[in-house]
């Protein structure tokens, strides 16, 4: 190009010292074009990365909400007594109907559970929608199918399922997140997971975040960088951030599952269900999870340490203060926004994380609530899994709420990164 | 740090030879201790050691992990070579994974998890440059600020939500487009576009780190000399930033070979010998999980076949993020 620009001014010297004439003029007008056909290009890439995201989202939202077709067993309108609608009966009148269409046996069954004495209506009003009307979901539409093409959802609900109630359901309601799990999908919740959930990441963040910041004080304050173990930890760091989180599921199912299982499946604290009891429990889990995150931490924190301003250091050890008391009175402290920020950011990571648990054997149909750390657990990401596996649309639309239960815990737990890493800057700036 | 050391032994022996400071802070005094005729020389604290002990096997603990993950795939690796059916010519040459019958040919699940990356990487790769090169050279302040956090956003969602999106909307969406006959339920196309879309902030944002680190001063002489800004952004700034690139390019293909459950829901089940990436075919993150998540039992041939594979992922996994730091180390343009 710069050849050109000699070429036209030796022509055309009359031009004076800038480069002039008609091909010259041409050139400029033809980048000029193209600059702005590839700025178009740039843009349109960030685009698909908007679109992306909001497909993403939007599929979800479709899924969590729409009609449902439900066919029942029995219609609820036949249950009436005198003409009072089945959830306005009293429970006497309840217990009545499900003495009525239930075998005896199965009434001694829920009379030795618990005796319906003490039963409230709630809970016997749920036993007849169970067992009684047992509604059955026959088909599920989208959101916007629901929303757009109300009428043709209509009728094809009254083509293929004739005599079904077609409802618009939301799959995110309060009852699925205080449900424990079921294989039917109408009742079936989310609790047990986020308990599960909850109870590994609590693991998860004892295990991993002392460990974390020692190691990033370490080596930001002790380590001496000429030396070649500390090199060696510090690249070894950086390498562990970037294997695949199975193989630290595979570590954790030959390490804590399998050698360590006397302490994972608490056989030594003689708890748990000694003929059932193996590793595969919230604690192995956690202790995996806590590996997997631990470079981030680590990294993060250093970053934070880092950030100190080291006449912070230098007027603590000028008055005399000993390396540790440096470390943990002033260094500490105002690094501790930023590794907190790190932190949080690792364990919504560690939320997330589907992989490494299937295989340190997270259980897939847990009805009951995990009671301790020794027990097996399933966790939200593995429900979705789970049910996405599913071939049938009512599981899809079920992952899908789970899937929105997911998400508003995590975009809570980086919303207050957020906060904190704001404050944090603003304290900085007036300090 | 290692300077500061010795500084605060300095300044320790200066304070405590003018004796105990006046009205000093109540911690400096517990720290110093001692009246007019103290003892000057280092005094042994065995607390200090302690903790410096502790923090250093803190440290400690991710060489220990490393060694774990070597150990532990090592061991059963061999266990499994040591088994009278496998042998190391028929798993690296063999076209069949079928472990029921003996067969344990790794090329279905290498070809499977090629392709997927191959399809997420012609997708990461143009998309992620063209938004680092948008962010870096040609978004105002403003726009940067407001689609960085849109890009984070898209990086912090769990993959399994991404496993989700490629099974209820990709997969449909490509067979309308490619027709139902062409495309299987299950396809590495639909996981390796998904896997594209998520290693997409990966890319944009360290190439984009990469194409900052430029110093201005080159972008000026360009504009100086007339160049456009797409020249400016591409035949200079490109240029001098592209060992960053590079490696952002490498660090995402090793991202998309260790994904796991956009494969593990979205690309099949069944190790499948193919080279098309419309039809199912099982990756080797996606073994490792269906195998794993049935009822296995230890020291069987399939528990010791997965570490194998887990074995072959890592040294994988391993090399291309060794390449990509090399790559920074050797490559990298210095502008001091």
């Known amino acids: ?431 | 740090m290692s300077r500061s050391a010795p500084l605060a032994q300095a300044a320790v022996s200066a304070e405590t030879m003018r004796g105990p400071v006046a009205g000093g802070d109540r911690k400096g005094e517990t720290a110093l201790g001692g009246g007019p005729q103290m003892d000057l020389r280092r005094k042994p604290r065995v607390a200090e050691t302690l903790i410096q002990g502790f923090l250093f096997l803190c440290g400690a603990i991710s060489v220990l992990t490393t060694l774990g993950i070597v150990y532990v795939l090592g061991r059963e690796s061999l266990l499994f070579f040591a088994n009278e059916e496998v042998n190391l010519l028929k798993f690296f040459g063999g076209t069949e994974w079928q472990p029921a019958i003996g067969r344990f040919g790794i090329w279905p699940l290498v070809t499977a998890t090629f392709m997927a990356s191959m399809v997420a990487m012609v997708v990461a790769l143009p998309i992620g440059l063209c938004i680092a090169i948008y962010l870096s050279e040609y978004a105002p302040r403003r726009t940067r600020n407001i689609l960085k956090p849109i890009l984070e956003v898209l990086a912090g969602i769990p993959t399994v939500v991404y496993g989700y999106f490629a099974l209820t909307l990709m997969t449909p969406l490509l067979r309308g487009i490619f027709g139902r006959d062409l495309v299987e339920i299950y396809n590495t196309a639909s996981a390796g576009i998904v896997i594209g879309i998520l290693v997409i902030p990966l890319v944009s944002s360290m190439s984009e780190d990469a194409l900052r680190a430029v110093p201005n001063t080159l972008r000026q002489a360009s504009y100086g000399l007339g160049a456009t800004r797409l020249e400016t952004a591409v035949r200079i700034v490109l240029p001098a930033a592209l060992s960053g690139v590079a490696a952002a390019f490498i660090v995402a293909i090793s991202r998309a070979i260790g994904e796991t459950m956009i494969v593990a829901i979205a690309a099949g089940a069944g190790p499948n010998f193919t080279f098309s990436p419309f039809r199912a075919a099982e990756t080797m993150t996606g073994h490792i999980v269906r195998i794993s998540g049935g009822d296995l039992s230890y020291d069987s041939i399939d528990y010791n076949s997965i570490f194998a594979i887990g074995l072959l992922l890592f040294l994988l996994t391993l090399s291309l993020n060794a390449l990509s730091q090399w790559i920074v180390r050797r490559f990298r343009e210095e502008y001091e």
């Open chain 1, 1 to 431: 190009m710069m050849a050109l620009h000699q070429e036209h001014t030796v022509a055309e010297p009359a031009g004076g010292l800038m480069p002039s004439g008609p091909d010259y003029h041409d050139q400029v007008v033809s980048r000029r074009r193209k600059g702005r056909a590839w700025a178009t290009v740039f843009q349109a890439a960030v685009l698909v990365g908007i679109i992306a995201l909001c497909a993403l989202l939007l599929n979800i939202l479709n899924q969590s909400f729409g009609y449902v077709a439900i066919v029942n067993n029995i219609d609820p309108a036949e249950l009436t007594v005198d003409d009072v609608p089945l959830n306005r009966l009293p429970k006497e009148k309840l217990v009545e109907i499900l003495e009525a269409n239930i075998s005896a046996g199965l009434m001694r069954r829920y009379e030795h559970d618990r005796p319906f004495a003490e039963r409230s209506r709630e809970n016997v009003h749920a036993l007849i929608l169970e067992r009684v009307v047992e509604p059955k979901v026959q088909a599920t539409w989208g959101l916007f199918d629901s929303i757009f093409a109300r009428g043709s959802v209509f009728a094809e609900a009254e083509e293929r399922f004739p005599g079904s109630d077609v409802n618009f359901r939301s799959w995110l309601t309060t009852s699925f997140i205080s449900n424990s799990q079921s294989s039917e999908p109408l009742r079936a919740g989310v609790r047990t997971a986020i308990l599960g959930s909850l109870w590994v990441v609590a693991i998860t963040i004892l295990f991993s975040f002392p460990i974390g910041v020692g190691a990033a004080i370490y080596l930001e304050e002790y380590a001496r960088k000429e030396r070649l173990l500390n090199r060696l930890i510090q690249t070894n760091i950086n390498n562990l951030a970037g294997v695949p989180s199975i193989i630290y599921g595979m570590l954790g199912l030959a390490i804590f599952v399998r050698i360590l299982e006397g302490f994972t499946s608490g056989a030594f604290l003689g708890i748990g269900d000694q003929s059932t009891a193996n590793g595969r429990t919230i604690i192995s889990a956690g202790m995996t999870l806590g590996l997997l995150i631990l470079p981030l931490i680590i990294i993060n924190g250093q970053e934070a340490i880092r950030a100190v301003p080291s006449s912070l250091r230098q007027a603590g050890f000028g008055l005399g203060a000993t390396h540790w008391q440096v470390i943990w009175h002033h260094v500490l402290p105002s690094a501790m926004p930023g590794v907190l920020t790190g932190t949080i950011l690792a364990v919504s990571r560690a939320i997330g994380e589907t992989a490494p648990l299937v295989v340190v054997g997270a259980s897939t149909f847990i009805a009951l609530d995990p009671s301790g750390p020794f027990s097996k657990f399933t966790v939200l990401p593995i429900q979705i899994y789970q049910w996405t596996s599913r071939p049938q649309d009512e599981f899809r639309n079920l992952a899908a709420a789970a899937i929105l239960v997911l998400l508003i815990l995590l975009l809570s737990l980086n919303a207050s990164a957020v906060l904190l890493r704001n404050r944090f800057d603003r304290s900085q700036a007036g300090a």
